[in-house]
């Protein structure tokens, strides 16, 4: 069994910043792409930024230049640096990883909300 586990998410003025972490737990996997994704009520899930094994990075438009994605292998864990937050950011972050057969594990979320 593997379970993601996030931590960072809260209440945040716009304009301001919030550290992400995920973090890999139970038995043992080799992990290949760590991602984070969002959700906002009543809108689609959508991609926020994505790291591969190699550390190549991809961002979603609305975020790039904002946010940075980054992983420590070592620890299973995989992170992100959110700064200028804007109120269109809030959602609930989820973090995704997949392993070198391409199955993929999901974290239950972390809410982030952004007041104006």
């Known amino acids: 069994q593997v379970q993601l586990v996030e931590s960072g998410g809260g209440l945040v003025q716009t304009g301001g910043s919030l550290n992400l972490s995920c973090a890999a737990s139970?038995?043992?996997?080799?992990?290949?792409?760590m991602g984070w994704y969002r959700q906002a009520p009543g809108k689609q899930r959508e991609l926020v930024a994505i790291?591969?094994?190699?550390?190549?990075?991809s961002y979603g438009d609305s975020v790039k230049g904002r946010f940075t994605i980054s992983r420590d292998n070592a620890e299973k864990t995989v992170y992100l640096q959110m700064t200028s937050l804007k109120p269109e950011d809030t959602g609930v972050y989820c973090c995704?990883?997949?392993?070198?057969?391409?199955?993929?594990?999901w974290g239950q979320g972390t809410q982030v909300t952004v007041s104006s």
């Open positions: 139970g038995r043992r996997f080799s992990i290949n792409a």
């Open positions: 790291i591969t094994s190699g550390g190549s990075t």
């Open positions: 995704h990883m997949e392993d070198v057969v391409g199955f993929g594990y």
